[in-house]
């Protein structure tokens, strides 16, 4: 079947291109205000057409450990939660990247700490960018800022993940998980043959081909020092050559501005509005948009820093991307804060007030 172009929520465009991106099996829990990932799902019955699994595991404790299983076994696997749901997967997650199983995870922010609201937020940016369970690790983070890099971003996860042997994390929030555009959804992919699985994934704990390798062990548990250090050390290697390769960004009017603003997701929706505005008032303003959170643009940000006057980062929080882009810029010009808290989006007026204070 060819492109497909519906109007979607971008919790509906993630299930959507769930199915059509060869997905085996997705494990998840109901939790506003990503739901709608898993009802859609439910509604379109993929296991009658593809044969994925969509299972609503009890938990999601319970989902994670469904995806480290799954992953371990060479299966194309996701979950899905908000905020408070993604905290409680941090050990699944930690394992899974010790244990190098690749798998998706898309967190739609909501509002915190603890319960907070269901309301929008970015302040799960520090979890996400930092590993957030135990140990020495990253995860690939990607923030999508539309519905349709919601969907799009569904097969770059997985084949990122896949890549690497990595869990990868799509790190969006309740504004484009809740609105509603025009997405051209992907041809569908086929599911991979078992024999296909083999071939890709000669790591995986899955039964192919015993009799020649012997068994597969999917594990984070090393009990010896010495080995558990040269694992840490293949896997900060493994990073090393992400981060060299695998960043991605997108600027706009940055080549002439005085003043860049900084923002991913949603802000950076506003705040190109916001741009727009401070322009037209005579403020030569550009826009840096992450679209890969880890590994972070260091680099561009700190050549970019290079000719303007100052940076001001935009965030739904209370300012935690703001200290990546003060490492990356070395003091060389200020970097300056701007955020709302408690669900609250920002307006493109306030943006451009904080500009001017600049």
Same mark, same amino acid.
């Given at each position: 079947m060819e492109n497909e172009i519906l109007l979607l929520k971008g919790n509906e465009a993630v299930a959507h291109a769930a199915i059509r991106c060869g997905c085996d099996?997705?494990?998840?829990?109901?939790?506003?205000? #990503?739901?709608?990932?898993?009802?859609? *799902?439910?509604?379109? %019955? !993929?296991?009658? +057409?593809?044969?994925?699994?969509?299972?609503?595991?009890?938990?999601?404790?319970?989902?994670?450990?469904?995806?480290?299983?799954?992953?371990?076994?060479?299966?194309?696997?996701?979950?899905?939660?908000?905020?408070?749901?993604?905290?409680?997967?941090?050990?699944?997650?930690?394992?899974?990247?010790?244990?190098?199983?690749?798998?998706?995870?898309?967190?739609?922010?909501?509002?915190?700490?603890?319960?907070?609201?269901?309301?929008?937020?970015?302040?799960?940016?520090?979890?996400?960018?930092?590993?957030?369970?135990?140990?020495?690790?990253?995860?690939?983070?990607?923030?999508?800022?539309?519905?349709?890099?919601?969907?799009?971003?569904?097969?770059?996860?997985?084949?990122?993940?896949?890549?690497?042997?990595?869990?990868?994390?799509?790190?969006?929030?309740?504004?484009?998980? #809740?609105?509603?555009?025009?997405?051209? *959804?992907?041809?569908? %992919? !086929?599911?991979? +043959?078992?024999?296909?699985?083999?071939?890709?994934?000669?790591?995986?704990?899955?039964?192919?081909?015993?009799?020649?390798?012997?068994?597969?062990?999917?594990?984070?548990?090393?009990?010896?020092p010495a080995v558990m250090e040269q694992k840490n050390l293949h896997l900060q290697a493994k990073y090393q050559k992400i981060r060299d390769t695998e960043v991605r960004y997108e600027t706009t009017y940055c080549d002439d501005a005085d003043y860049i603003i900084v923002a991913f997701g949603s802000a950076a929706r506003i705040s190109l509005t916001a741009m727009e505005t401070a322009r037209e008032q005579g403020l030569k303003v550009g826009l840096f948009r992450p679209i890969t959170l880890w590994p972070f643009p260091t680099k561009e940000i700190g050549e970019l820093s290079k000719r303007v006057k100052g940076i001001l980062t935009v965030e739904i929080n209370a300012g935690q991307m703001v200290f990546d882009v003060r490492y990356a810029v070395e003091g060389r010009v200020p970097v300056h804060h701007f955020g709302r808290l408690g669900g609250i989006v920002p307006d493109p007026d306030e943006i451009v007030e904080a500009l001017n204070k600049l």
């Open positions: 099996g997705y494990f998840g829990y109901p939790i506003t205000p #990503q739901s709608e990932v898993l009802e859609t *799902l439910a509604e379109l %019955k !993929p296991w009658e +057409t593809t044969g994925m699994v969509v299972l609503q595991a009890e938990s999601e404790v319970a989902s994670i450990n469904m995806l480290y299983g799954g992953g371990g076994s060479g299966k194309r696997v996701m979950t899905s939660s908000s905020s408070v749901g993604i905290a409680l997967m941090q050990e699944g997650i930690s394992y899974m990247a010790g244990a190098e199983v690749p798998g998706l995870l898309v967190n739609v922010q909501r509002g915190g700490p603890g319960l907070g609201t269901i309301q929008p937020s970015q302040s799960d940016y520090n979890q996400a960018t930092r590993g957030g369970g135990n140990g020495d690790y990253n995860i690939i983070v990607l923030a999508p800022n539309s519905v349709q890099e919601m969907a799009d971003f569904v097969d770059t996860g997985f084949e990122l993940a896949f890549k690497y042997r990595t869990p990868v994390m799509i790190l969006s929030d309740g504004v484009i998980g #809740q609105m509603m555009e025009k997405v051209v *959804l992907p041809p569908f %992919k !086929p599911r991979r +043959t078992e024999e296909e699985i083999a071939r890709e994934c000669p790591w995986a704990a899955n039964g192919h081909d015993l009799k020649r390798r012997g068994p597969n062990v999917i594990t984070s548990l090393e009990l010896d």
